[in-house]
């Protein structure tokens, strides 16, 4: 087993030291300590244009820290920003999921696909994970710290660190390469098998323009700055102007005296001012809150369309939204899920399942090769409609896979031995004679082929049917024209019983209908 680990490469074709597991990196290498001990900078605070702009120059340079916390900022400070990503990031909950092996797998794959499952099915710390990985919706990359446990001949993970995407940098030759700050210019790069690294992608470019982090940024700039001066106008709009008079030859003390009453007198109500000192009292000072309202709303629209690709999940306004744009919109909301699930699940296979996979299974022989893991994102179609078609195009020849049918349906297949559902078995009807009714059943439940029951009818009806036709054969022999032979067969009515085979023949339907009936029911 030990020979086996030396050689076990990552995807990068890196080698996979399995003692360097024992502990997570950030604790074990000493120029990371001081990660554990850095405080955010908040750089929200007295943002200006200016400020966002070489913000995001440094980003774009590799030093990541502030653009990350101005994301942290804008979560916690813009209430619609958290709940519009809080809505995305939830959607990716509570998804079923399941380990695929390799195509064309051998038994030994799908077994060791079946006990990565189980693995996984088992851990505490995955639902906490999926979470924690959507935070790269709004930063761009998130990234987790692996913690193993060697136990009964199993390396498994038993818990994941969510890790301040502040501690991270980018290489200053390769722009999509994380490393961790510890201080030297390049980083230090991160451990194999140790870490979940996602990112998503919120538009094509280098590893620091992807979130939507930068797209958010300056409707929360341009929103701070119109609730600023909202909150300015409403503090002055509805209070009376206050003028202070104060009489010839004041000296400055008086002068600021009569100030401080001017500015004091309206949250207060009250005031003093020396002898011979006025204040009066004006309109209230005119004005309309619908601009800076306007500008509100014009930033949290911006913000919906970026984040769920419309407003009519979340901002309906009753005038120009309908039930049919809110339906459109929904299905953009459900596609843009789909979107991030499907990248979720690539680095799920990439970081969880390949490791777990090639550290202890024994189908594992190259990076190429292994079970990937797969979120159920597909919809269950329309039971009835489906149930209502799919027999009469199996009678048309098409060859239809039984796997096709519970995957639309998203029917599970029955394990070996476990117990399905089945239709239930009709009631025999009772008729006025059960004695003859139970002879035929009796005599069609024997095991009489098809050709039995023709020799049957064959021997019961063919004597009556050749006595008809003996008679017809001798007219016809004997007949001198077409007009005699007419006019002697017309004169064989009456003459050839035909009773007796009526009998026989009904017999026979009769006997042929209830053996349908039991062949039927004997295969259900």
């Not at 700050?181 to 992807?210: M, V």
């Amino acid at each position: 087993m030990a020979t086996k680990h030396a050689q076990i490469v990552d995807k990068w074709g890196r080698p996979i030291e399995t003692h360097r597991l024992d502990e997570p990196q950030t604790q074990t290498d000493a120029r990371l300590a001081p990660l554990h001990r850095q405080f955010a900078d908040h750089p929200s605070s007295g943002i200006t244009p200016s400020k966002l702009a070489a913000l995001m120059r440094h980003a774009e340079q590799g030093d990541l820290k502030a653009q990350c916390e101005l994301a942290e900022d804008m979560e916690e400070k813009d209430a619609h920003i958290q709940s519009e990503i809080g809505k995305r990031r939830m959607a990716l909950q509570g998804i079923d999921w399941q380990i695929k092996p390799p195509r064309n797998a051998t038994a030994a794959e799908q077994r060791d696909a079946d006990m990565i499952q189980e693995l996984l099915e088992d851990a505490t710390w995955l639902e906490d994970a999926l979470f924690d990985l959507s935070d790269a919706t709004l930063k761009s990359f998130s990234n987790l710290e692996i913690h193993w446990t060697y136990q009964d001949s199993i390396h498994y993970i038993s818990d994941v660190s969510h890790r301040e995407p502040a501690w991270f940098q980018t290489h200053p030759d390769n722009r999509n390469q994380l490393m961790l700050r510890d201080g030297s210019y390049e980083g230090a790069p991160l451990q194999p098998f140790g870490w979940i690294q996602h990112t998503a992608k919120a538009k094509s470019g280098y590893l620091t323009r992807r979130g939507l982090v930068r797209v958010l940024a300056w409707p929360f700039l341009f929103k701070n700055y119109s609730v600023r001066d909202l909150a300015e106008f409403l503090e002055i709009y509805g209070l009376p102007i206050r003028l202070g008079k104060y009489p010839e030859g004041a000296s400055e003390k008086e002068k600021m005296t009569l100030m401080r009453a001017v500015m004091s007198i309206g949250h207060n109500a009250g005031g003093i001012v020396p002898r011979g000192m006025e204040i009066d009292f004006q309109n209230a000072a005119d004005g309309q809150s619908d601009p800076f309202m306007a500008m509100i709303n014009w930033c949290e629209k911006s913000q919906s369309k970026a984040i769920l690709g419309g407003t009519l999940t979340s901002q309906a306004d009753g005038k120009t939204s309908t039930n049919a744009l809110g339906n459109v919109h929904n299905e953009v909301r459900q596609e843009i899920r789909d979107f991030d699930l499907s990248r979720l699940a690539g680095t799920l296979t990439r970081d969880v399942v390949f490791p777990l996979y090639a550290l202890n299974c024994r189908s594992y022989q190259h990076p190429r090769r292994h079970p990937r893991f797969e979120f159920d994102i597909t919809e269950a179609e329309d039971l009835k409609h489906l149930s209502d078609s799919l027999p009469g195009l199996v009678t048309l020849g098409m060859k239809i896979p039984l796997q096709w049918a519970h995957d639309k349906t998203q029917i599970p297949m029955a394990k070996d031995g476990e117990a399905v559902l089945g239709a239930s078995q009709p009631e025999t009807p009772t008729t006025e004679n059960p004695v003859s009714q139970a002879d035929l059943k009796a005599r069609t439940r024997t095991p009489e082929t098809t050709d039995d029951q023709i020799n049957r009818l064959h021997q019961d009806a063919g004597p009556l049917v050749a006595n008809m036709t003996d008679s017809v054969s001798e007219l016809v022999q004997n007949a001198t024209s077409l007009t005699q032979l007419r006019d002697d067969i017309l004169d064989l009515a009456g003459q050839i019983p035909v009773d007796e085979l009526g009998d026989v023949m009904a017999r026979a339907m009769a006997a042929a209908e209830l053996a349908g009936i039991s062949d039927v029911q004997g295969q259900q």
